[in-house]
């Protein structure tokens, strides 16, 4: 035994007859080799008492390995942590900022990243291909994050609402490492690929799936109103200054709005209310753009009938507005409405889809924390890959 410090106990621990001399990358069997010295395993705590395990593994000669250490089936491959501890750090760390990880766990804040991507891919390895399986339709999203300097590309599963896939960059190529990653017949069950508005989404689809009808998404659809309400605030904004008319910091009412007016409707909070209706007051062009973002979400919602003379209309009227950003969109939406209605009819419109894109945002967001851009994506996986995720020993 060596020496510990007081709060520190550590128990000698063994495997099952069954399990021992298992090679620790395929779990075959080898023949016993010759013995390690002792290793400590960090668990879950007893109390207020850090608890290791402690074993001395023998090496094994496997048919196909070579020799390797034999398997702990209490830990994995080259973790200084049992599983129990791992799945218990990551299920904190999707709900938790690392630093709130690192003090409860007691472990080194940069341990928690490279144990969030060990526990991920131990989950995404015992759902095997199944993250793929019955593909229907998925939706591609470029984020960007670090201030709009680096990219990451996220491809969605539409019908589970859960995120399949994602790497760094962004573009032909790295959409091209997506398709490479599913087998042919995969490919050809996707029926439905939506994403923004760029061409060459289009014409990948057609070339890896020729099957799949290309659609837009319904946030995206919104997300161009937001871009040019967005626009015009800001002008609002910068005229307020010049002519010298603006309020003194978040008292303006159009500062003031800057959350509260691309957000929709029904989640505005009482304060933003009341900050819209004083832009109202106040502000005639931001306010007819406001109504307009908030007809042409309306229009989403609707079903297929209902909504399809809605397109031409807004057009008509974002024309007629006389603001630049919305007349330039008028043009668009009555250019892509036949597009338009297709992400209506498909359903790929709803809010359920928007909450799914808000939450992988915000656990980017949380993300930053984590440096290593590995430790993210496996953070966002966790979070919203529909990996079955547990504490351990519950059900
Ligand atoms: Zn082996």
């Given amino acids: 035994m060596l020496n510990l410090p007081a709060n520190v106990v550590a128990v000698p621990v063994r495997p099952y007859a069954g399990d021992m001399d298992r090679c620790a990358r395929c779990g075959e069997r080898g023949r016993p080799y010759d013995h390690l010295g002792v290793r400590r395993w960090r668990h879950l705590d007893i109390g207020c008492t850090r608890l290791l395990l402690e074993h001395a593994p ?127 017949a995969r490919r050809e069950s996707i029926r439905v690929a939506a994403g923004d508005g760029a061409r060459w989404i289009d014409e990948y689809v057609f070339r890896w799936c020729p099957m799949a009808e290309r659609i837009l998404d319904g946030f995206h659809i919104v997300s161009w109103a937001t871009d040019a309400l ?25 500062k003031g709005a800057r959350r509260a007016l691309p957000k929709n409707g029904p989640d505005l909070t009482a304060t933003q209310r009341a900050q819209l209706e004083c832009v109202a007051n106040t502000n005639e062009t931001l306010w007819e753009a406001c109504k307009l973002k908030e007809r042409l979400r309306m229009i989403l919602r609707q079903t297929a009938d209902e909504a399809a003379p809605m397109p031409r209309q807004w057009a008509a009227d974002a024309s007629l507005s006389g603001i630049e950003e919305f007349s330039k969109l008028g043009e668009k939406i009555d250019r892509r ?57 519950r059900q």
Wanted: a positive charge.
């Fill in 230 to 254: 967005d626009k015009v605030r800001t002008t609002a904004w910068r005229e307020a200054r010049k002519t010298g008319t603006a309020g003194k910091g978040a008292k303006d009412p159009v």
């Fill in 58 to 184: 023998r090496r094994v000669d496997c048919a196909e390995h070579g020799v390797t250490v034999a398997m702990g089936p209490w830990a994995k491959r080259k973790s200084a942590y049992t599983r129990d501890f791992e799945r218990q750090t990551a299920w904190l760390s999707v709900h938790a900022p690392r630093s709130a990880v690192s003090a409860l766990m007691r472990v080194d804040r940069k341990s928690v990243g490279p144990i969030c991507e060990r526990v991920a891919d131990e989950l995404r390895a015992e759902q095997g291909a199944g993250l793929f399986d019955g593909l229907r339709s998925i939706g591609v999203d470029e984020t960007g994050y670090r201030k709009g300097h680096t990219y990451m590309t996220v491809v969605v599963d539409h019908d589970r609402g859960r995120v399949i896939w994602m790497h760094q960059g962004r573009g032909q190529k790295v959409f091209d490492l997506f398709f490479q990653a599913l087998t042919p």
């Fill in 337 to 393: 409405r036949f597009d338009i209605l297709r992400t209506i009819r498909s359903g790929l419109s709803n809010a359920r889809l928007e909450a799914v894109n808000n939450r992988i945002k915000t656990t980017i967001k949380i993300g930053y924390g984590y440096r290593n851009l590995g430790n993210r994506i496996a953070l966002v996986m966790l979070k919203c890959g529909g990996l079955n995720l547990r504490l351990p020993g």
